[in-house]
């Protein structure tokens, strides 16, 4: 499936790595990719719709904090440590497979040859909460048949 990628989109793919390490997870997960799809969109495409790299990592980082609240833990204040450069493979959730495959499945109903990342993008609208890009998009406020429309 990665050689029907644009080179944005492979990008997309080691940004979320990068996210990854930097957020201190051990697996590419939804939110990793949403960060990275929205660090490598077109500014222009997502202008005025709420879709920013900075405030999703800020809503995804609020949404850990009440996760940890939930179960007694205060971690305000807290930094995570970045996760040290692996030899390893670093292994994608089941969830962030799946947005692969339907970012695949994006260019096949637009009859486009290659997945971009705004293709990874409008695979991400699809998700549905409890998933953590999904939060996110609802925490921001993201209307997405309007990011749909825009980016079709």
């Given at each position: 499936?990665?050689?029907?990628?644009?080179?944005?989109?492979?990008?997309?793919?080691?940004?979320?790595?990068?996210?990854?390490?930097?957020?201190?997870?051990?697996?590419?997960?939804?939110?990793?990719?949403?960060?990275?799809?929205?660090?490598?969109?077109?500014?222009?495409?997502?202008?005025?719709?709420?879709?920013?790299?900075?405030?999703?990592?800020?809503?995804?980082?609020?949404?850990?904090?009440?996760?940890?609240?939930?179960?007694?833990?205060?971690?305000?204040?807290?930094?995570?440590?970045?996760?040290?450069?692996?030899?390893?493979?670093?292994?994608?959730?089941?969830?962030?497979?799946?947005?692969?495959?339907?970012?695949l499945r994006e260019v096949r109903a637009q009859g486009a040859r290659r997945i971009t990342p705004?293709?990874?993008?409008?695979?991400?609208?699809?998700?549905?909460?409890?998933?953590?890009?999904?939060?996110?998009?609802?925490?921001?406020g993201v209307d997405r048949a309007a990011v749909r429309a825009r980016l079709t």
């Amino acid at each position: 499936m990665f050689e029907q990628f644009a080179d944005e989109a492979r990008a997309v793919v080691t940004d979320a790595l990068e996210e990854a390490r930097l957020r201190g997870d051990r697996r590419i997960g939804t939110e990793h990719l949403l960060l990275a799809a929205l660090r490598n969109q077109d500014g222009q495409a997502v202008a005025g719709l709420g879709l920013d790299a900075d405030a999703a990592r800020e809503a995804l980082r609020e949404l850990d904090l009440e996760a940890l609240d939930a179960v007694g833990i205060d971690a305000r204040g807290a930094r995570r440590p970045a996760v040290p450069a692996s030899r390893k493979r670093t292994p994608f959730t089941s969830a962030a497979k799946g947005v692969l495959g339907d970012s695949l499945r994006e260019v096949r109903a637009q009859g486009a040859r290659r997945i971009t990342p705004a293709h990874v993008l409008l695979a991400l609208l699809g998700l549905r909460e409890p998933d953590p890009a999904a939060e996110a998009l609802t925490r921001l406020g993201v209307d997405r048949a309007a990011v749909r429309a825009r980016l079709t």
